[in-house]
């Protein structure tokens, strides 16, 4: 009788467990939040006239239809294990035969190719991307050991004017999930909210923070961005950290 009582508060003990994973919030006011601003260019290696700089700089378009494709800034929320970053854009999928991209993410902090506004950062140097969001089916992979099934702008793109060589989509093929997430546009933004309790992301900056990655598929505007610590607060981390360890050693003695 007695292991029976034992096993029945293991059961419930685990059932307890199970019942901890948290539903996706709703409401986000209470999440740790970032705002990045849009000042990344990236590469564009025109293969036609073998060049990186397409004309227009930032948003490749025609005079007058900036804002089809210009982002903005990027909103990046953190709550109970969930991720949601907001694209603040006036583009929307369908535009020119373009669609939304998915989202590449970076555990180990972000280093792009050469200097701000990175002209040269293409797909094919500056930072590895660990983690996709599949934003068409609503899954999150792990890709660090699935490099090749990151799809670029020109293998998406068949015609028209688009950013070459910029990581657009992920090909999912042979992927397993380890989150699920929706992605949609909502008012003046394009919002994905995703499951990342099976990923540890490095918001408090000890690996060097988190970098993100979106476009549309012709990455005629494409952001990267960063999200870390000011060197001020991993200062004071430091000598938080130092002072406690000498209040630890005063008080050994
Ligand atoms: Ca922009
Ligand atoms: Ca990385
Ligand atoms: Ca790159
Ligand atoms: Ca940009």
Known sequence: MKSLRILTCAAVAVFMMAGT?????????????????DKYIGGSLDNVNNIYEHNGGDVISGAGSENLFDIDWMDIYYLDNYLKVDIHTDYVGGTLGTDYGDLFISSDGWNPFGD???????????????????????????????????????????????????EVLINNAGLTSIGTGTAGRVGEYYSMVMDV?????????????????????????????????????????????????????????
């Open 116 to 166: 701000s506004p990175y002209l040269q950062d293409t797909m094919a140097n500056g930072e590895k991307w660990e983690y996709a969001f599949d934003v068409s089916s609503g899954n999150l992979y792990d890709i660090t050991n699935a490099q090749g099934s990151i799809l670029t702008s020109d293998d998406v793109m068949t015609s028209g004017q688009y950013r070459n060589g910029q």
């Open 197 to 253: 309790s099976g990923i540890q992301l490095d918001f408090a900056g000890l690996e060097g923070g988190v970098g993100f990655h979106w476009a549309m598929t012709c990455g005629n505007d494409t952001m990267e961005a960063h999200v870390a610590p000011e060197p001020g607060t991993m200062l004071l981390l430091g000598s938080g950290l130092l002072g406690l360890l000498g209040y630890r050693r005063r008080f050994k003695k």
């Open 21 to 37: 994973v948290l539903a996706m919030p709703t409401d986000w006011t209470d999440a740790q939040k970032w705002t990045i601003q």
